[in-house]
């Protein structure tokens, strides 16, 4: 049995290994609420985060190329927000950011931080259940 269980109350961390502190959150539909917050001391504008959680099929290698373009509105390029479900803002060591959005339907969404170079390690799947 897995200890990992569905909650709407989710916490995640970044740090400046440029790493989150997990691959895996689940939730269960409906109202979700998603903080994050980073753990290490660089500057956002060195070792930036951000989580956006995008919608299925969308092309990831491509939303990151378009990101690094979107310095100005936090790394989400403005051309891809169909892809977008809900993004926190870019947050720098030692801040967080807590957003509230709503996933109606079940599956699987995938996660990264958008900043430039990091969506390679900086991902992982939302299950929502």
């Not at 997990?22 to 939730?27: H, S, V």
């Not at 979700?32 to 504008?45: D, F, P, Q, R, V």
């Not at 092309?59 to 927000?81: C, G, L, M, Q, V």
């Not at 926190?88 to 996660?111: C, H, P």
């Given at each position: 049995?897995?200890?990992?269980?569905?909650?709407?109350?989710?916490?995640?961390?970044?740090?400046?290994?440029?790493?989150?502190?997990t691959t895996e959150?689940?939730?269960?539909?409906?109202?979700?609420?998603?903080?994050?917050?980073?753990?290490?001391?660089?500057?956002?504008?060195?070792?930036?985060?951000?989580?956006?959680?995008?919608?299925?099929?969308?092309?990831?290698?491509?939303?990151?190329?378009?990101?690094?373009?979107?310095?100005?509105?936090?790394?989400?390029?403005?051309?891809?927000?169909?892809?977008?479900?809900?993004?926190?803002?870019?947050?720098?060591?030692?801040?967080s950011d807590t957003?509230?959005?709503?996933?109606?339907?079940?599956?699987?969404?995938?996660?990264?931080?958008?900043?430039?170079?990091?969506?390679?390690?900086?991902?992982?799947?939302?299950?929502?259940?």
């Amino acid at each position: 049995e897995t200890t990992e269980t569905a909650s709407n109350e989710l916490h995640i961390e970044s740090n400046d290994q440029m790493q989150y502190n997990t691959t895996e959150l689940k939730a269960t539909t409906g109202k979700i609420s998603l903080m994050l917050h980073h753990t290490g001391k660089m500057e956002k504008n060195v070792m930036g985060h951000n989580l956006v959680i995008l919608k299925p099929g969308t092309d990831i290698a491509a939303f990151a190329t378009k990101a690094i373009d979107a310095k100005d509105t936090d790394y989400i390029p403005a051309s891809e927000n169909a892809s977008i479900i809900a993004h926190t803002k870019l947050i720098g060591g030692g801040e967080s950011d807590t957003i509230e959005f709503t996933i109606d339907e079940k599956g699987t969404y995938d996660f990264i931080c958008s900043f430039p170079g990091h969506s390679s390690m900086m991902k992982g799947k939302l299950i929502v259940e």
